[in-house]
């Protein structure tokens, strides 16, 4: 099981990416997925969560500024980041609570992690 992130890259403060993370390889069921960062010298938080039905929990620091959302179908979640800040610098990293077969317990797979740099 692999989990790709991509999307990041350098944008001035007040602008938009929409980072992308697909699980591939056998993969049973996901459950969870979700988003985390990791800016220099701290560590790392979490950004958002999607539960499989839909449900989503968010930072307070990305209330209102950012959207997580699923493709199910393409195992596949994504997180919609607007008006974003200086402070949003960080590694993004997605991850997913999935099971590779129907015997296969639930366990945690995290992605490589994709740098967000927000600078002018």
């Known amino acids: 099981v692999q989990l790709q992130a991509s999307g990041g890259g350098l944008v001035q403060p007040g602008g938009s990416l929409r980072l992308s993370c697909v699980a591939s390889?056998?993969?049973?069921?996901?459950?969870?997925m979700g988003w985390y960062r990791q800016a220099p010298g701290k560590q790392r938080e979490v950004v958002a969560t999607?539960?499989?039905?839909?449900?989503?929990n968010y930072a307070d620091s990305a209330k209102g500024r950012f959207t997580i959302f699923r493709d199910n179908a393409k195992n596949t979640v994504y997180l919609q980041m607007n008006s974003l800040k200086p402070e949003d610098t960080a590694v993004y990293y997605c991850?997913?609570?999935?099971?590779?077969?129907?015997?296969?317990?639930?366990?945690?797979?995290w992605g490589q992690g994709t740098l967000v740099t927000v600078s002018s």
């Open positions: 390889g056998s993969i049973f069921s996901i459950n969870d």
């Open positions: 999607n539960s499989r039905s839909g449900n989503t």
């Open positions: 991850n997913a609570n999935l099971r590779r077969n129907f015997l296969d317990s639930y366990n945690l797979y």
